[in-house]
């Protein structure tokens, strides 16, 4: 029996969960399209976990565009990831009311788009490291068969002290299998988007290349390669349509063999970016700092 297999007995097998009774909701993190995460007390394990809710209607309807394809649900996605860089998933089931649920580690440090927003001074001397670790992660979903979808710093969540950096939210992820790589899929957060995806080409992993290369040029100028002044799909039509703003010119200072792995990554042409995180991570292993020396 094979992973899928295990988890998806598992997930069958698995008691209806009363979410008031099993956990106290402390706080509310963030509320996303299709669920809302939360600081919650697991009185089960005695525990403080992070507890994804989804919105029953909306992953019915994102998870009907795959009727037929044995998709993995989130849950199983997020049970299958193993990493150092990826937020760890202690459990996923459905609750005595329907609702699909996710119980994972709690990380208690800042989010990487508040950091971005708030143009932390905090980042500075950090992010090399900060991307490396980002890219470890997307490498690690890449390697377990899977195309994440949904790269951007909202996906991020940083250490308390800004020394590292995990990967969260799987539900947007498809299996890296051609049914999954169809024209037609155009979920995602637009400003990140590979132009493939609006465009209704096919896609493959290296849409999340592309989504890696808009993060970690944001994380390094506080800017988007393209100004948009709108987070709309047509704000991602740009992409192919208009060069970006060469990242040198926002940030002279950087080291150059970083700013030209990122460049690659943004490519609107996916067979111009890195064949793989493999690949980009190989080519920033020689930098020794985000700044030119």
């Given at each position: 029996?094979?992973?899928?297999?295990?988890?998806?007995?598992?997930?069958?097998?698995?008691?209806?969960?009363?979410?008031?009774?099993?956990?106290?909701?402390?706080?509310?993190?963030?509320?996303?399209?299709?669920?809302?995460?939360?600081?919650?007390?697991?009185?089960?394990?005695?525990?403080?976990?992070?507890?994804?809710?989804?919105?029953?209607?909306?992953?019915?309807?994102?998870?009907?565009?795959?009727?037929?394809?044995?998709?993995?649900?989130?849950?199983?996605?997020?049970?299958?990831?193993?990493?150092?860089?990826?937020?760890?998933?202690?459990?996923?089931?459905?609750?005595?009311?329907?609702?699909?649920?996710?119980?994972?580690?709690?990380?208690?440090?800042?989010?990487?788009?508040?950091?971005?927003?708030?143009?932390?001074?905090?980042?500075?001397?950090?992010?090399?490291?900060?991307?490396?670790?980002?890219?470890?992660?997307?490498?690690?979903?890449?390697?377990?068969?899977?195309?994440?979808?949904?790269?951007?710093?909202?996906?991020?969540?940083?250490?308390?002290?800004?020394?590292?950096?995990?990967?969260?939210?799987?539900?947007?992820?498809?299996?890296?299998?051609?049914?999954?790589?169809?024209?037609?899929?155009?979920?995602?957060?637009p400003l990140y988007m590979a132009p493939e995806i609006v465009r209704r080409r096919d896609t493959d992993n290296r849409l999340d290349v592309f989504a890696l290369g808009v993060t970690a040029y944001e994380l390094l100028t506080f800017q988007l390669p393209w100004p948009a002044a709108e987070a709309t799909g047509r704000a991602a039509l740009r992409h192919d349509t208009h060069d970006p703003v060469p990242i040198l010119e926002i940030a002279p200072g950087l080291d150059r063999t970083l700013a030209v792995a990122i460049t690659d990554?943004?490519?609107?042409?996916?067979?111009?970016?890195?064949?793989?995180?493999?690949?980009?991570?190989?080519?920033?292993?020689?930098?020794?700092?985000?700044?030119?020396?």
């Amino acid at each position: 029996m094979g992973w899928f297999d295990k988890l998806q007995s598992l997930w069958k097998g698995a008691g209806r969960v009363d979410i008031a009774q099993r956990f106290q909701l402390l706080s509310e993190g963030y509320v996303g399209t299709m669920s809302r995460f939360y600081r919650a007390r697991d009185r089960q394990h005695d525990r403080i976990v992070g507890l994804k809710l989804c919105d029953p209607e909306k992953t019915l309807t994102f998870e009907s565009r795959f009727a037929g394809l044995k998709k993995p649900s989130e849950g199983q996605i997020a049970l299958s990831m193993k990493h150092e860089r990826i937020v760890e998933t202690y459990e996923a089931g459905v609750s005595s009311t329907g609702q699909a649920y996710i119980v994972m580690e709690f990380l208690p440090g800042p989010g990487l788009q508040q950091l971005v927003r708030q143009r932390d001074e905090r980042l500075v001397g950090r992010r090399l490291n900060l991307i490396r670790q980002m890219a470890e992660a997307v490498q690690a979903v890449h390697q377990a068969g899977f195309i994440h979808r949904d790269i951007c710093p909202r996906n991020f969540i940083c250490l308390p002290e800004l020394d590292g950096i995990k990967l969260i939210d799987f539900g947007l992820t498809v299996p890296d299998e051609p049914a999954f790589r169809r024209p037609g899929n155009r979920t995602g957060t637009p400003l990140y988007m590979a132009p493939e995806i609006v465009r209704r080409r096919d896609t493959d992993n290296r849409l999340d290349v592309f989504a890696l290369g808009v993060t970690a040029y944001e994380l390094l100028t506080f800017q988007l390669p393209w100004p948009a002044a709108e987070a709309t799909g047509r704000a991602a039509l740009r992409h192919d349509t208009h060069d970006p703003v060469p990242i040198l010119e926002i940030a002279p200072g950087l080291d150059r063999t970083l700013a030209v792995a990122i460049t690659d990554c943004i490519s609107a042409n996916r067979d111009q970016r890195p064949a793989s995180l493999g690949e980009f991570l190989s080519r920033i292993r020689r930098v020794r700092s985000e700044q030119s020396n």
